[in-house]
């Protein structure tokens, strides 16, 4: 009985660490590090809960044999593992900073290799269910650099900036609920027209500062229950600007790719039923773009007749609120261009017109 407690226990230390440490990953890994995704060799989203399981209880089980008829000294060794291996979790999903996470992760792996040699003279068996473990965790090491490698802005992470993310987390936890929305594509995917660097600063930063600002100006209110859309319909003053600037945003990079096909028909048609031509119609709305006083955003709209018209409007301001069907949008915010074009705003949007996606606005007519 008391042997069979010596291995259930820290099976069940380990699977409730193993949940904690679940925990913190709150929203999808692929949101903060699209890089993840594309790894050659991360394995399917289920692969991981099911792994972590089973190596919490071989982990677990090895300390039962320790503590059954191996050398006590070793308990310290495994306790301080399991520490490292908590404390990775806490870096990489809570704090968001892949290089810590790296850094922890290589000392975890020496650690687990200590441990089975020191280990395996009294106790084999303790070392032997170690050894899935070693496996999985240099695997996990090599998807951590690899997301450390790809990801620059992450992998220069301040100490300060470090500081900032667990000040905002600890505030902002349990109201978080507006997320960066994943990109269709690779931030250098875009490039020269836009390029990685405009990407890093309009989606990594502009935006996100956008959703962060929502989220901390709803919390407590009742729009902390209302989706984007309706926020933007019913909302006014801050809490307005940032949920438009937030949907008109991950509007427009949606509308972004690196791979233009030619307009399908049903658009060219009913744009040329209602500009004269295709052409005519590009020429009015570039005027529209280059002419707009300020920061803003011009749009292609459907009406509630179904017709189409062009909609410049300042700011942060967007069709929804005037009940108008959004189809095609660019940002004239200096931002949107500034990395790339400096002031040339007219270059700007001559070149996004062969970044936009045809397809996807056929599909909203
Ligand atoms: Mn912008």
């Known amino acids: ?54 190596l919490y209880i071989c982990m677990g089980l090895s300390l039962g044999r320790v503590l059954t008829d191996g050398d006590k000294r070793f308990v310290t060794l495994w306790f301080l593992q399991l520490a490292v291996n908590f404390l990775w979790s806490f870096f990489f999903f809570y704090l968001r900073c892949p290089l810590a996470g ?31 473990y070693l496996v999985w965790i240099l695997f996990a090491t090599y998807l951590n650099a690899y997301i450390v490698m790809e990801n620059p802005r992450e992998k220069s992470l301040s100490a300060a900036a470090v500081t900032e993310n667990i000040l905002s987390n600890t505030k902002n936890q349990s109201i978080m609920t507006h997320t960066l929305p994943q990109l269709p594509y690779a931030m250098e995917a875009l490039s020269p027209k836009m390029s990685r660097e405009t990407l890093e600063y309009h989606y990594g930063k502009h935006l996100q500062t956008y959703i962060d600002n929502l989220n901390r100006l709803i919390a407590g209110t009742p729009y902390a229950a209302m989706p984007l859309e309706e926020i933007v319909c019913k909302a006014d003053g801050a809490i307005f600007n940032n949920a438009a600037q937030a949907w008109n945003h991950a509007f427009f990079f949606d509308t972004l790719t690196p791979a233009q096909q030619p307009m399908p028909e049903k658009l060219a048609a009913a744009l040329a039923g209602e500009f004269g031509s295709v ?83 056929a599909g909203r007519l």
């Open 279 to 361: 052409e005519a119609f590009k020429e009015a709305f570039t005027k529209s773009a280059v002419g707009l006083f300020g920061s803003g955003w011009v749009w292609l709209v459907g009406g509630p007749d179904g017709r189409l018209s062009i909609l410049a409007e300042p700011n942060a301001g967007n069709p929804l609120a005037r009940g108008l069907k959004p189809l095609l949008t660019v940002d004239v915010w200096e931002h949107a261009y500034y990395i790339d074009y400096r002031n040339r705003r007219a270059d700007f949007v001559k070149n996004w017109w062969d970044l936009v996606d045809w397809q996807k606005v």
């Open 102 to 132: 790296l850094a922890d992760i290589v000392v975890l792996d020496l650690l687990v290799i200590l441990y089975i040699r020191w280990v395996r003279r009294a106790t084999p068996s303790a070392a032997w269910l170690f050894v899935p």
């Open 1 to 54: 009985m008391k042997k069979a407690l010596r291995h259930i226990v820290p099976v069940l230390l380990c699977l409730v660490a193993g949940a904690v440490a679940g925990s913190m990953q709150t929203e999808s890994l692929a949101e903060w590090y699209p890089s993840l995704a594309k790894s050659p060799l991360t394995p399917p989203a289920i692969a991981f809960p099911v792994a972590w399981t089973l």
